[in-house]
């Protein structure tokens, strides 16, 4: 029987620390929640699973896989983002390589002295974590674990110790909270500030904030920008605020068909990000003891 429940009743960060904690094997899914009218225990409105918006494999507790829904996991669509291929060469090995499996990929990547071994896996590896950090964040949405699921083998998995990232992650979940109190709203838009070619003089950015410069256009709002740079809502904003905070950018209300600017009630309004967060007790001692003995006995 998989072990199953909701985020605001057992965190991420807490799932994390239990796959941890009893070695376990299996894939851990997160779905979108569909009210069914009913109230639980605690008088919360139960959750029905709907559409899956994510997955985290685990291999003797150790993360080795995770994905989001709508967000391209390919080993190209990875490298790419890592900045370890040009978007041209990730279009024309995505065009050659139709039908190849991403390990079958890395070995003629690497042989054609595209990538190395060691680019292939700390990009993957970066990748998950990005993923992982993003679910840390969420504060609801029914979840399953089951036991002994992975996926194919053509997938490349790459073993990644839970305890840095249970730590990392909880860090990162309070910075999190923050960028939502700073960026509550991904509807808005993004101009240069006067002077932006001296304001970037001797300014290092990231590939990724590079990406997010060259989308910057009070058309373009962020939550677009996010999705032409296949990026989570959490990463954009994360990127914002420390292009915001560098005086490289400003957050301003996207122009309209008209040409026209957006009310910034106008521009809520039409925000489908915002989500209503809570804060949760944790488990005690012994609640977690009952899960790990639960899970290792399924």
């Known amino acids: 029987m998989p072990l199953q429940g909701n985020l605001r009743d057992f965190s991420t960060t807490q799932l994390l620390n239990l796959m941890n904690l009893s070695g376990r094997t ?11 009218g009913e109230k639980d225990a605690m008088q919360n409105e139960k959750m029905a699973p709907g559409e899956v918006k994510a997955k985290v ?23 790419n983002k890592a900045g370890k291929l040009t978007d041209q060469q990730a279009a024309i090995i995505r065009e050659r390589a139709k039908g190849t499996t991403d ?9 054609a002295n595209y990538v190395t071994k060691a680019d292939i896996v700390n990009s993957i590896q970066q990748y998950t974590l990005d993923v992982v950090y993003n679910l840390m964040s969420w504060r ?14 053509d997938i490349i998995m790459v073993p990644i ?16 909270e923050e960028l939502l109190n700073n960026i509550p709203n991904l509807d808005m838009a993004l101009k240069f500030p006067e002077n932006p070619k001296e304001k970037f003089k001797g300014i290092h950015l990231s590939v990724e904030e590079w990406r997010v410069v060259s989308f910057v256009n009070p058309k373009n709002t962020m939550r677009q920008i996010a999705k032409a740079n296949n990026m989570s809502e959490m990463e954009i904003r994360r990127i914002v605020y420390g292009l915001q905070q560098a005086g490289l950018v400003d ?7 008209d040409g026209k600017r957006v009310t910034p009630a106008e521009a809520q309004s039409r925000s489908t990000g915002s989500r209503k967060r809570r804060t949760q007790p944790g488990p005690t001692k012994d609640v977690v003891t009952k899960l790990i003995d639960r899970i290792k006995s399924l």
């Open 26 to 36: 299996g894939t851990l899914t997160i779905f979108e929640g569909i009210p069914t």
């Open 57 to 79: 494999v685990f291999k003797a507790g150790k993360l080795v896989h995770a994905l989001l829904n709508g967000q391209a996991s390919d080993l190209v669509a990875v490298l």
């Open 103 to 111: 390990k079958a990929l890395a070995v003629r990547l690497i042989g």
């Open 140 to 153: 609801e949405g029914p979840f399953r674990f089951e036991d002994n699921v992975l996926p194919d083998n």
């Open 161 to 176: 110790d839970l305890e840095n990232v249970i730590v990392e992650g909880a860090r990162r979940t309070k910075n999190d």
């Open 251 to 257: 957050i301003v209300p996207p122009l309209g068909a």
